[in-house]
């Protein structure tokens, strides 16, 4: 059964920056205003993340790890109008079956923090006592030392620590009200630092440059009868020479929509020189009822109701706000 699940879980996460994706959405499901990343070697040996959320109680230490173990989802109907990231309950399962996980965290009512260590689901002994402050630490180390095909197929270290810095750069620009770093273990200097309560625009600055961030056009759109609300920015000048950048941002979850990219492609061909590529951010709400979430949790992308209506008032806000700015 371990090598079943070892199997399931190398399925579930396939790289460092997959885990740390569900680390992240876990910490703002905890209502968390600060979220400090530390990483060493790609995050392959060390990949660290520090909240000030509303932590774990220590009686929920013994079950976090267990699969589909959740305290997100209270009824069946919740699984069709999910608003909270996690639902699946199997993050932090499968993180624990191909790494070695420790979890130290406090609850506002717990007089003392409580640390807990974690091989394939179980607890390895009960949690000790210790000084902390409220929220929750979650250490993954030696990721995949008991999957060597999964360890194979990652990219160098280098590349690894590329994939989580675009991650946590996603996570700051859409969560500007949340302060969020990375770290390299033993350095002082941050990779990437924004400051609760920032706005996006700082954020982008602060992250992606103020190349960028002075290009910036804010777009929004919204239908009562299609049931969307589109808010973000989108610029007008050469990003990158290789690809755009896009975050896409549905229901607050980082996902991926080819219907949407192909499209604005497609609009930018018009709007921009050839070879040059823009930074777009767009972040969209759509009735849960109305998004198809019953896809694998590594298929991050995501297909939704009235997709084509929707995706075309996409490109009529976005035409519009490019039209404007060219005259
Ligand atoms: P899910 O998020 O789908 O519920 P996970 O495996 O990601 O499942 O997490 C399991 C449970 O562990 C969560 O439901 C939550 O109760 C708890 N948990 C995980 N990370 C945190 C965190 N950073 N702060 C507070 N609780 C957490
Ligand atoms: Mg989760």
């Given at each position: 059964e371990v090598v079943i699940n070892r199997i399931a879980a190398g399925e579930v996460i396939q790289r460092p920056a997959n885990a740390l994706k569900e680390m992240i959405e876990n910490s703002l499901d905890a209502k968390s205003s600060n979220i400090q990343v530390t990483v060493k070697n790609g995050g392959l040996k060390l990949l660290q993340i520090q909240d000030n959320g509303t932590g774990i109680r220590r009686d929920d230490l013994e079950i976090v790890?267990?699969?589909?173990?959740?305290?997100?989802?209270?009824?069946?109907?919740?699984l069709s109008s999910i608003?909270?990231?996690?639902?699946?309950?199997e993050a932090l399962s499968s993180i624990s079956h191909v790494a070695h996980l420790t979890i130290t965290t406090k609850t506002a009512n717990e007089k003392c923090a409580y640390k807990a260590s974690y091989i394939d689901g179980k607890l390895k002994g009960p949690p000790k006592p210790c000084a902390g402050t409220q929220g929750t630490q979650i250490a993954v180390e030696d990721l995949f030392y008991n999957v060597s095909t999964r360890r194979k197929a990652l990219k160098s270290p280098g590349e690894e620590h590329s994939r989580i810095a675009d991650v946590v750069s996603r996570y700051a620009i859409h969560n500007s009200k949340v302060g969020f770093s990375l770290k390299k273990q033993?350095?002082?200097?941050?990779?990437i630092r924004t400051l609760p309560n920032s706005t996006v625009v700082d954020n982008v600055r602060t992250i992606y440059g103020n190349s960028i961030a002075r290009e910036l056009l804010e777009v929004s759109s919204e239908d009562e009868v299609l049931k969307f609300k589109l808010q973000g920015y989108v610029t007008n000048?050469?990003?990158?020479?290789?690809?755009m950048v896009f975050l896409l941002f549905i229901n607050h979850r980082l996902v991926e929509s080819t219907a949407l990219k192909k499209t604005l492609e497609q609009v930018y061909s018009v709007y921009l020189p050839k070879n040059s590529h823009p930074w777009v951010y767009l972040s969209l709400e759509l009735?849960?009822?109305?998004?198809?979430?019953?896809?694998?949790?590594?298929?991050?992308e995501v297909h939704f109701l009235h997709e084509d209506k929707v995706v075309d008032r996409i490109k009529a806000a976005l035409e519009e706000k490019l039209l404007g700015c060219n005259t």
């Open positions: 790890c267990e699969r589909f173990t959740t305290s997100k989802l209270t009824k069946f109907d919740d608003s909270t990231y996690g639902f699946r309950g033993g350095e002082t200097l941050s990779d000048v050469n990003y990158s020479t290789k690809k009735d849960p009822r109305n998004v198809d979430v019953n896809v694998h949790p590594t298929k991050h």
